[in-house]
């Protein structure tokens, strides 16, 4: 069985890479430091934003993360809102990335 770090421990450590790739980051929510489960919004400047959730792959059981959604910003704000609304214990942190960059395909990060 798979490890599992506290999310408050996962999101300094994910908030850590960010910022040491000069990726602007921010969490706009806090959820429980535990256990709460974790978005990623991905806001690319031009009025567009991806979000992203961490789940599990069924086939392998491996933790990965995938696009929840796409779209302007303001739905993606909606989207995260609805979220929040069915979980106050998520965490949500916004990225700011012209390029879409998240690093949540990168080793570490799953």
Not at 16 to 43: Q, W
Not at 59 to 64: E, F, N, Q, V
Not at 68 to 78: H, N, S, T
Request: proline share 3%; charged share 30%.
């Amino acid at each position: 069985m798979e490890a599992r770090l506290a999310s408050d421990v996962w999101v300094r450590a994910y908030l850590r890479r960010l910022e040491l790739e000069n990726i602007p980051a921010y969490v706009t929510a806090r959820g429980d430091a535990t256990s709460g489960a974790v978005l990623v919004k991905c806001a690319t400047l031009d009025g567009a934003a991806v979000l992203w959730t961490r789940g599990y792959d069924l086939a392998s059981g491996a933790r990965r993360w995938s696009e929840m959604a796409r779209g302007p910003e303001a739905e993606i704000d909606l989207h995260v809102k609805k979220q929040r609304g069915f979980d106050p214990d998520l965490w949500v942190i916004e990225i700011e990335a012209r390029d879409g960059r998240t690093l949540l395909d990168e080793d570490g990060l799953a």
